[in-house]
């Protein structure tokens, strides 16, 4: 069985959400716990996480420093934090692993995926990116032809596109790595954005959603099953409502028919939702939406008891010879 688990952001961080070294080495490391239990059932696990906090510090860093270092690009943003969160991982793992006496190698890819030069999200950029400034600062940056909008009392945030993901180009790096027999880290951040140009590619000013970039991995690597681990056990129905409700196993025709009723908010639960629909649209056995105490219990069981569990509708049951 091949899983392809994306892991949240609180999978990345401490508690709080603060991202020093330490939390983000101590957070990686219990992640690695659930990883290694699924390794260890020989399951072919691959690996993608969110970068935002990440990202987030990288950007500050370029404003502080604008006068003394030259700012990157966010496209270089991107490919320093899949670089140094794979490095992060693959130690957690290894460690992880030699606790169970199991030997699995592991490797991180640094990951391009392909967008459209002309997605509507570069018409109206909807992703708030790095940290809040006060008004004079942010209209410096304006000026400079970034986007900034006004959240109100926390001040002014960037904002760039969130364009879909067409087609992970370096797919069959990652896929050759998986076959050998490698715990695999790719697409870290949704994948590093770029439009094609002729035959050349160029990065752009954009971070696309890591869900559904994990989605598009899941398909590429012929995942069985895509696990989202976030930080609540399920979705949940009337969230934050005295009769909020969790969603077991649902089909996916019923899941999209919850999406669309409003259940799962757009900047959250609402792309990991959609993420597990398409999956399993597109021709995956199952998807699961879980925290990561849960992960090994919903693959090795997918019957809804542990996490969200989307199925086809053709084959509710999930069974893998259907
Ligand atoms: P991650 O950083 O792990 O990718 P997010 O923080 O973006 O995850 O999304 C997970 C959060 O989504 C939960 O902590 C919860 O607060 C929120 N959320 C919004 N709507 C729902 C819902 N319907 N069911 C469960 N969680 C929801
Ligand atoms: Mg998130």
Redesign the pocket.
């Given at each position: 069985m091949r899983v392809l688990l994306a892991l949240?952001?609180?999978a990345m961080t401490g508690p709080d959400g603060r991202a020093r070294p330490e939390d983000q080495v101590a957070a990686a490391k219990v992640a690695m716990e659930s990883v290694a239990d699924l390794v260890a059932e020989g399951v072919d696990v691959v690996l993608t996480h969110?970068n935002g906090p990440q990202v987030g510090n990288l950007l500050v860093k370029n404003e502080l420093a604008a006068a003394v270092v030259p700012p990157v690009p966010l496209d270089w943003c991107g490919a320093q934090t899949q670089a140094t969160l794979g490095l992060i991982l693959m130690n957690a793992l290894d460690d992880a692993l030699a606790r169970r006496g199991v030997r699995r190698p592991s490797a991180t890819v640094v990951t391009r995926t392909l967008v459209d030069a002309d997605d509507p999200g570069f018409e109206r950029p909807t992703k708030p990116i790095g940290r809040f400034l006060p008004a004079d600062e942010a209209a410096l940056l304006v000026e400079h032809g970034e986007t900034w909008e006004d959240r109100g009392a926390k001040g002014w945030r960037r904002m760039v596109a969130s364009p879909e993901p067409r087609e992970i180009l370096d797919a069959a790096a990652t896929l050759a790595l998986v076959d050998a027999g490698f715990v695999v880290v790719a697409n870290g951040g949704g994948g590093i954005p770029v439009v094609r140009e002729g035959e050349s590619h160029r990065g752009v000013e954009a971070v696309i959603d890591?869900d559904l970039g994990a989605a598009l991995l899941a398909r590429t690597v012929a995942a069985d099953v895509l696990v989202v681990a976030?930080?609540?056990p399920h979705?949940?129905l009337r969230?934050g409502e005295p009769d909020a409700e969790d969603v077991g196993r649902v089909t996916v025709s019923r899941m999209r028919e919850l999406a669309g009723e409003g259940?799962?908010?757009s900047?959250?639960?609402g792309p990991?939702v959609d993420a597990a629909c398409r999956f399993v649209e597109q021709g995956g056995r199952c998807a699961v939406i879980t925290d990561l105490d849960s992960i090994v219990a919903a693959v090795t069981e997918p019957d809804g008891r542990s996490g969200t569990v989307v199925v086809p509708d053709n084959n509710p049951e999930g069974d893998p010879d259907a």
């Open positions: 949240g952001g609180n969110g890591k976030t930080d609540v979705a949940v969230y259940h799962f908010a900047g959250s639960m990991k």
